[in-house]
């Protein structure tokens, strides 16, 4: 059965994307999953990866991929669910397809709002779901705000995955997030044949840390709080990943954690322990153990 993942938190920097994009590499690469990837950020950071990945991949300038998918948003791009079509996927590997983010998005919030409020991903997947089952997992990734957008991959996902950076504010945000979810529960009624009303939402937020590291008093605090909140409340806070040299490759240059850890300066005690720690870490998020 497809499972949908959104991740977000209304607050820039915390790595969304990053954990976003090696985590469906390593259910891919790692596990042997399909997984489709949509970018419904209009910074287009996850879109600017995976075209890193095609250029790589199978040639071609980057700037003109992005060029020609950009003159086509329609045919390839979370546009076309949003006008309530279906976008055609871009086939990155064998196991992985991507449906390109549109920069122009927030010019259609008046329209989206007033003709399919917060449905139109819904629609999408449920006029769609036969062809979306040959997918494992379905990634979102969202902008840092609480847009129409963002409320539609919140309104689908299966899951809500939480990225909390070292930041004093995160765990208010983190909140905040939690109870928009219980708030869309709680409006989001649909009739059941019997006349009950159930909710649409199905997803509860987990949240997971990022760029951790003990480098200073500060940030080995900030762990412990985390790891704290880890015993009091497991099935919200549930694991985070380490600050290391992988992360800011993966970033700069698009190549997943997946095909770091294979190459030469991967193969230290020390980075085999970070991966190690890494995988973890995804199978926690995914459900994989």
Not at 101 to 126: F, H, I, P, S
Request: charged residues 30%; neutral net charge; hydrophobic residues 35%.
């Amino acid at each position: 059965m497809t499972e949908i993942y959104s991740t977000n938190i209304a607050i820039g920097g915390s790595g969304k994307t990053t954990i976003t994009f090696n985590g469906g590499f390593y259910l891919a690469d790692i596990m042997g999953k399909k997984v489709c990837f949509l970018d419904n950020d209009p910074t287009l950071a996850l879109t600017n990866r995976m075209m890193k990945i095609i250029s790589r991949t199978y040639g071609g300038n980057l700037k003109e991929l992005l060029k020609a998918v950009e003159e086509h948003p329609d045919q390839y791009t979370v546009k076309a669910i949003f006008e309530g079509g279906n976008p055609t996927p871009i086939k990155i590997t064998d196991n992985i397809d991507f449906i390109p983010g549109y920069a122009k998005l927030n010019d259609m919030a008046g329209e989206v709002t007033k003709k399919y409020n917060r449905k139109a991903m819904y629609l999408w997947v449920l006029k769609n779901r036969e062809q979306l089952k040959k997918y494992d997992y379905i990634l979102i990734d969202t902008h840092n705000d609480e847009s129409i957008f963002t409320q539609n991959a919140l309104l689908v996902a299966d899951e809500i995955i939480a990225v909390a950076g070292v930041d004093e504010i995160v765990y208010d945000k983190i909140d905040n997030l939690v109870d928009q979810i219980e708030d869309f529960k709680s409006v989001e009624l649909v009739p059941t044949d019997s006349g009950e009303l159930i909710s649409l939402v199905k997803a509860n937020v987990r949240a997971v840390g990022n760029k951790f590291s003990k480098a200073t008093k500060e940030k080995k605090n900030f762990i412990e709080e985390f790891e704290e909140k880890m015993k009091e409340n497991p099935d919200l806070f549930i694991g985070y990943f380490e600050e290391r040299k992988f992360f800011a490759t993966t970033k700069l240059s698009g190549e997943p954690l997946t095909r770091l850890e294979k190459k030469k300066h991967g193969q230290s005690k020390s980075d085999k322990e970070f991966f190690k720690r890494t995988w973890e870490v995804y199978n926690k998020i995914y459900k994989l153990n």
